[in-house]
């Protein structure tokens, strides 16, 4: 199994738990088509193997994950903007789905699709110093990956609408208050491995009974809304101005966006 971009540990202490690590901190862990197939690849070969209960999920050297990689998606076409949704709509869907628990251990930057891939795991333990954000926004696109939904289910609209619309950055502290991360931490990988431990020990029949409930239960509802999401951002790549937004990021400059 090829993961050149992933870095998969078997906790010592107890073989029922892994620590996946995002390890392109060059790009301070931004997530790449690489980053997503090996994550689908690798949950799939955890789950035929049956032996791993939880997956704890970090970033490598300090940042969860910065976002999605803009200058692949710069230079990627339709057809590839297509696939790119359809692979992280699919990672997300089976990440919801599996029997599998998934903790994100967060620190420094979780932005974007980073955000979303935490938002996808069931739980989130985020250090003090983290920061979030979906500022997609501000090159001329939305929240692909479920941000829109899943911020709006749990943090409700007022907070959806300001954040999303603005792309501004927020604390650890603010995401708790609203939800989007369980606990706070001055050592979140060491908190997620103790929730790990105990999640562990019960029986893994109601563990996942309970997740099928809620994650389950709550990917069902969303569904459609999650469908209309990723429709919506790959129109911004037909009509809107996303091809301005990115370039201007790549370019380390100021969009120019002008509605004509």
Same mark, same amino acid.
């Given at each position: 199994?090829?993961?050149?971009?992933?870095?998969?540990?078997?906790?010592?202490?107890?073989?029922?738990?892994?620590?996946?690590?995002?390890?392109?901190?060059?790009?301070?862990?931004?997530?790449?088509?690489?980053?997503?197939?090996?994550?689908? #690849?690798? &949950?799939? /070969? +955890?789950?035929?193997? !049956?032996?791993?209960?939880?997956? %704890? $999920?970090? *970033?490598?050297?300090?940042?969860?994950?910065?976002?999605?990689?803009?200058?692949?998606?710069?230079?990627?076409?339709?057809?590839?903007?297509?696939?790119?949704?359809?692979?992280?709509?699919?990672?997300?869907?089976?990440?919801?789905?599996?029997?599998?628990?998934?903790?994100?251990?967060?620190?420094?930057?979780?932005?974007?699709?980073?955000?979303?891939?935490?938002?996808?795991?069931?739980?989130?333990?985020?250090?003090?110093?983290?920061?979030?954000?979906?500022?997609?926004?501000?090159?001329?696109?939305?929240?692909?990956?479920?941000?829109? #939904?899943? &911020?709006? /289910? +749990?943090?409700?609209? !007022?907070?959806?609408?300001?954040? %999303? $619309?603005? *792309?501004?950055?927020?604390?650890?502290?603010?995401?708790?208050?609203?939800?989007?991360?369980?606990?706070?931490?001055?050592?979140?990988?060491?908190?997620?491995?103790?929730?790990?431990?105990?999640?562990?020990?019960?029986?893994?029949?109601?563990?996942?009974?309970?997740?099928?409930?809620?994650?389950?239960?709550?990917?069902?509802?969303?569904?459609?809304?999650?469908?209309?999401?990723?429709?919506?951002?790959?129109?911004?790549?037909?009509?809107?101005?996303?091809?301005?937004?990115?370039?201007?990021?790549?370019?380390?400059?100021?969009?120019?966006?002008?509605?004509?």
């Amino acid at each position: 199994m090829n993961l050149d971009f992933l870095e998969l540990v078997v906790c010592d202490t107890s073989p029922q738990i892994r620590i996946v690590t995002l390890n392109r901190p060059e790009a301070k862990n931004a997530l790449n088509r690489q980053v997503i197939q090996q994550l689908m #690849q690798l &949950i799939k /070969t +955890l789950e035929d193997e !049956s032996s791993t209960r939880v997956v %704890i $999920l970090q *970033g490598k050297q300090g940042n969860f994950a910065a976002g999605a990689d803009i200058k692949e998606m710069l230079h990627a076409d339709l057809v590839e903007i297509d696939l790119l949704t359809e692979q992280v709509h699919e990672l997300h869907k089976r990440m919801n789905t599996s029997p599998i628990i998934f903790i994100a251990a967060i620190e420094g930057y979780c932005l974007g699709g980073g955000f979303e891939l935490a938002l996808a795991c069931d739980i989130r333990i985020a250090s003090p110093q983290a920061v979030f954000g979906l500022p997609e926004v501000k090159l001329g696109i939305l929240p692909g990956g479920w941000g829109t #939904q899943k &911020i709006l /289910t +749990l943090a409700g609209i !007022s907070f959806a609408m300001k954040n %999303i $619309l603005t *792309g501004e950055f927020f604390d650890s502290e603010k995401a708790l208050s609203f939800g989007l991360v369980s606990e706070v931490d001055v050592d979140p990988l060491q908190e997620s491995m103790q929730i790990a431990e105990r999640i562990a020990s019960n029986s893994p029949y109601a563990n996942s009974a309970i997740k099928e409930l809620l994650t389950g239960v709550e990917y069902a509802i969303l569904k459609e809304r999650l469908e209309l999401e990723r429709t919506a951002f790959k129109q911004l790549f037909v009509e809107g101005e996303a091809r301005e937004g990115l370039l201007a990021f790549a370019e380390k400059r100021k969009p120019n966006f002008i509605r004509t």
